[in-house]
């Protein structure tokens, strides 16, 4: 079992920046895809970005490619999510999820993930 935790949502402005962290447990984190994923009201959880394991890069949804970058702390087990330039339509819950052995073609899946964060509320105002 591994057990993942989202922090850093807040109230922004657009225009705003905004970095949220996630942390899992167990001794193989450098092993682990993780990945972002967030629900808008109304809407289905859609990929946002992910970090592959150590040395795997990172892939990331065209709707942020450019504004938000994927950062990993291995030492500290821990995932970074660096938003800038936030838009009213970032507007979310963000959920960081941990995969085991992901394939490349589910990084940006739901399927693709084993373990999932309870979500952090993210809120961009114009």
């Known amino acids: 079992q591994v057990h993942v935790a989202e922090s850093g949502g807040s109230l922004v402005q657009a225009g705003d920046f905004l970095r949220l962290s996630c942390v899992a447990s167990?001794?193989?984190?450098?092993?682990?895809?993780m990945g972002w994923f967030r629900q808008a009201p109304g809407k289905g959880r859609e990929f946002v970005i992910a970090?592959?394991?150590?040395?795997?890069?990172?892939i990331s949804a065209d709707s942020v490619k450019g504004r938000f970058t994927v950062s990993r702390d291995n030492a500290k087990n821990t995932v970074y999510l660096q938003m800038n330039s936030l838009k009213t339509e970032d507007t979310a819950v963000y959920y960081c999820?941990?995969?085991?052995?992901?394939?490349?073609?589910?990084?940006?899946?739901?399927?693709?993930?084993?373990?999932w964060g309870q979500g952090t509320q993210v809120t961009v105002s114009s």
């Open positions: 970090s592959r394991r150590s040395g795997g890069g990172t």
């Open positions: 999820a941990v995969g085991l052995g992901t394939i490349l073609s589910a990084v940006g899946t739901e399927r693709g993930y084993n373990y």
């Open positions: 167990g001794d193989t984190f450098s092993r682990y895809t």
